[in-house]
């Protein structure tokens, strides 16, 4: 089955760009979606469909797609970032697959 | 504004059936698909799941062999059922609403629920 890897943690200072990677196997060739996910709090969708952003989700988060690594990007980042992002896709055999995660820390 | 809440029993002893219902409010259940998400304590999340607007289920592979989902419109509910359970099933429960487009391989989930703890005890 697909596999998509996430790196555990990614830090970014207060204002500054973070970005979230989100590798697999050619991921370019599908549609990848992100989620951010606060402590005790449920998954919200941020980015849906490598780059589509719900109304309530701010301009400054982005997404793209390229070659083997998907990527969300948060401009300017603020506390209230800070939270588990994980990216998700379809893959061929009919599954849904998440990533492992990505924990964002704001200094 | 679609809202969903899931209920269970909490506590189920292991070897047993856990069986979940999720209700979904200011939204038909027959006009989606919906997926069951779990999250096992401190990790990340896994699906289990969906049910397809016509009652149509598909599974993880690594599940399928325990688990039943199905609709019941008149309620606008959902539920899950997943038999034989060990400890490794302790987890927070997840509904969510599936956009769903298979002819260009889209699947996402725009609204979930709060989430219903499930504790597999010995």
């Known amino acids: 089955s697909f596999e998509l890897t996430q790196p555990l943690s990614v830090s970014v200072a207060l204002g500054q760009t973070a970005r979230i990677t989100c590798r697999g196997t050619?991921?370019?060739?599908?549609?990848v979606h992100w989620y951010q996910q606060k402590p005790g709090q449920a998954p919200v969708l941020v980015i849906y469909?490598?780059?589509g952003r719900p109304s309530a989700i701010p301009e400054r988060f982005s997404g793209s797609n390229s070659g083997d690594t998907a990527t969300l990007t948060i401009s300017s980042a603020q506390d209230g970032d800070e939270a588990d992002y994980y990216c998700q896709m379809w893959d061929t055999s009919s599954a849904v697959v998440f990533g492992g995660g990505t924990r964002l820390t704001v200094l | 504004q679609v809202q969903l809440q899931e209920s269970g029993p909490g506590l189920v002893k292991s070897s047993e059936t856990l069986s979940l219902t999720c209700t979904v409010s200011g939204a038909s259940i027959s006009d989606s698909y919906w997926s069951w998400i779990r999250q096992r304590p401190g990790k990340g999340l896994e699906w289990i799941g969906y049910v397809s607007n016509s009652g149509t289920p598909n599974f993880n592979p690594s599940l399928k062999s325990r688990v039943t989902m199905s609709v019941d419109t008149s309620k606008n509910q959902l539920s899950l059922r997943l038999t034989s359970v060990t400890a490794t099933d302790t987890a927070v429960y997840y509904c969510?609403?599936?956009?769903?487009?298979?002819?260009?391989?889209?699947?996402?989930?725009?609204?979930w629920g709060q989430g219903t703890q499930a504790t597999v005890s010995s």
């Open positions: 469909t490598i780059s």
């Open positions: 050619s991921i370019e060739s599908y549609n």
């Open positions: 969510a609403r599936q956009v769903t487009i298979l002819e260009v391989i889209i699947v996402y989930f725009d609204s």
